[in-house]
């Protein structure tokens, strides 16, 4: 069997090997209530032609019968808003996760809430994302839960962040609106890495969007003949994540205690941060007792140390009571 993609011909194995070797990038969508986060997803995932016809079908059906976005007019945000109460209030309360892939890269979205109540179900959606999109309706410019949302995201790590200027078609695609909310976002980034030096976003790229019209989403649009950067696809397909692994301060989160027999018992988990060594001595939290690493057992055998992202299981010296959700570190270096 073969396959035609983009004129060149494959085989189905090809096709498949050539698939199973894309990147993934895993992506949040943060920003205020009505900002338009369900409806930009919505358009990237119809635009880019990822529905299958019985979504489209549902789609169009469900957007006459419970839709926001006008009589005849297709109201994207319903491929996420799943919930009940979601569709009658207009608004995202959990955390919904998309998957879809494109010739370049996979993709896996996590739309998150932007209600004020549910932004802890943020974090959620944050806590393994390597690009975040912060939405800003371009009425309204940079708010409080902007800024809130942005703060999250350099907490977590986060190291590319969009900040995409939505609902330019109801300001008339006006580019000193625009250029004016991306000087008052960078003037809030200046001040919040001043204030925490801890803190870093080295990677900021600006969008002028109308998620619901389509402009500057998949397709650069002929309305913002002032905007000379990519379409949102272009740069999410394209833009360099590296994986970055911190050596310096050991963190092993326990996610399973396992005890085949009566002579072991050892904890496993992934490393998080930091090496381990056999012999050191750690630390449990939160109970503050401590122990040395007697032995670091993987499938492959035993190790004398240990580094991220390696899963491992960790034996002890000494029996310490250790459950699944505690931390092991190192005594001398501990979690703030």
Same mark, same amino acid.
């Given at each position: 069997?073969?396959?035609?993609?983009?004129?060149?011909?494959?085989?189905?194995?090809?096709? #498949?090997?050539? !698939?199973? =070797? *894309?990147?993934?990038?895993?992506? &949040?969508? $943060?920003?205020?209530? @009505?900002?338009?986060?369900?409806?930009?997803?919505?358009? #990237?995932?119809? !635009?880019? =032609? *990822?529905?299958?016809?019985?979504? &489209?079908? $549902?789609?169009?059906? @469900?957007?006459?019968?419970?839709?926001?976005?006008?009589?005849?007019?297709? !109201?994207?945000?319903?491929?996420?808003?799943?919930?009940?109460?979601?569709?009658?209030?207009?608004?995202?309360?959990?955390?919904?996760?998309?998957?879809?892939?494109?010739?370049?890269?996979?993709?896996?979205?996590?739309?998150?809430?932007?209600?004020?109540?549910?932004?802890?179900?943020?974090?959620?959606?944050?806590?393994?994302?390597?690009?975040?999109?912060?939405?800003?309706?371009?009425?309204?410019?940079?708010?409080?839960?902007?800024?809130?949302?942005?703060?999250?995201?350099?907490?977590?790590?986060?190291?590319?962040?969009?900040?995409?200027?939505?609902?330019?078609?109801?300001?008339?695609?006006?580019?000193?609106?625009?250029?004016?909310?991306?000087?008052?976002?960078?003037?809030?980034?200046?001040?919040?890495?001043?204030?925490?030096?801890?803190?870093?976003?080295?990677?900021?790229?600006?969008?002028?969007?109308?998620?619901?019209?389509?402009?500057?989403?998949?397709?650069?649009?002929?309305?913002?003949?002032?905007?000379?950067?990519?379409?949102?696809?272009?740069?999410?397909?394209?833009?360099?994540?590296?994986?970055?692994?911190?050596?310096?301060?050991?963190?092993?989160?326990?996610?399973?205690?396992?005890?085949?027999?009566?002579?072991?018992?050892?904890?496993?988990?992934?490393?998080?941060?930091?090496?381990?060594?056999?012999?050191?001595?750690?630390?449990?939290?939160?109970?503050?007792?401590?122990?040395?690493?007697?032995?670091?057992?993987?499938?492959?055998?035993?190790?004398?140390?240990?580094?991220?992202?390696?899963?491992?299981?960790?034996?002890?010296?000494?029996?310490?009571?250790?459950?699944?959700?505690?931390?092991?570190?190192?005594?001398?270096?501990?979690?703030?």
């Amino acid at each position: 069997m073969e396959l035609h993609n983009d004129n060149i011909q494959m085989s189905i194995e090809e096709y #498949l090997d050539q !698939d199973e =070797k *894309k990147d993934l990038l895993r992506l &949040l969508t $943060a920003g205020s209530v @009505d900002d338009g986060k369900s409806t930009l997803i919505g358009r #990237l995932l119809f !635009d880019s =032609k *990822k529905l299958y016809e019985d979504q &489209l079908s $549902a789609l169009e059906r @469900d957007s006459q019968r419970v839709g926001n976005a006008g009589a005849g007019q297709i !109201d994207y945000a319903l491929l996420l808003d799943g919930l009940k109460a979601e569709r009658e209030q207009g608004i995202t309360i959990d955390v919904a996760y998309r998957y879809f892939s494109t010739n370049k890269r996979k993709f896996i979205i996590a739309d998150t809430p932007g209600h004020e109540q549910y932004t802890r179900n943020m974090i959620t959606g944050g806590s393994t994302a390597n690009l975040a999109i912060i939405l800003v309706d371009a009425r309204t410019g940079v708010i409080t839960q902007t800024r809130r949302h942005t703060f999250l995201c350099s907490l977590l790590g986060i190291k590319h962040v969009v900040l995409a200027v939505n609902k330019m078609d109801l300001v008339d695609f006006s580019q000193q609106v625009f250029d004016g909310i991306v000087a008052d976002y960078k003037q809030f980034l200046t001040q919040l890495v001043a204030e925490n030096a801890s803190l870093s976003i080295p990677n900021v790229t600006c969008f002028p969007l109308s998620a619901l019209e389509g402009d500057n989403v998949v397709e650069r649009s002929c309305r913002t003949p002032w905007y000379e950067g990519p379409a949102l696809l272009d740069y999410i397909e394209t833009v360099q994540v590296v994986d970055e692994h911190r050596f310096d301060e050991f963190r092993f989160p326990v996610q399973y205690v396992l005890r085949p027999n009566l002579d072991f018992r050892g904890f496993c988990g992934k490393v998080a941060s930091g090496v381990v060594r056999k012999g050191d001595e750690v630390m449990a939290l939160p109970s503050g007792k401590r122990s040395r690493v007697k032995s670091i057992v993987t499938y492959d055998g035993d190790l004398d140390y240990a580094f991220p992202p390696q899963s491992i299981t960790i034996q002890l010296e000494d029996e310490i009571d250790i459950s699944r959700g505690e931390m092991i570190v190192h005594p001398d270096c501990l979690p703030h």
